[in-house]
């Protein structure tokens, strides 16, 4: 029996681009016939869950990409020591990996280097106080 979903305002925006990816998709895979007769639904669930995994792990890398690339180009070049106040130097960013839901989630974090206190740092992004 079907199920009706909820979903999240995003992912319901762009619902009818998803199906018409999931149609391609399924020609690319199938073929236009669809699966060959004899084709176990465990054989199907398992075809489907490595696209999924495969398509969350590239979405999840692309916007974390894209986020830390805004971040680090928001990061004003002058960015003050937390110890001493003084001003930084950049360093090459850092790769973070951190496990996930969908899979390793990879990103490079933005270091600054205090040559006073001779200490690098992740500038962190600034919250607002209540």
Known sequence: MARAYSYPDAVADVRFYLQGVAKSL??????????????????????????????????????????ADTYSAALAESTSCPSCQRPTEAQDPEARIVATDVGPAEWFEPKRYCTKCRRSFFPSVAQPRP
Do not use: H, N, W
């Open 26 to 67: 399924v020609d690319r895979l199938f073929g236009p016939e669809g699966p060959p007769l004899g084709t176990t639904l465990t054989s199907l669930e398992k075809t489907i869950e490595s696209v999924r995994s495969a398509l969350s792990e590239q979405m999840l890398a692309l916007a974390l990409s894209r986020q």
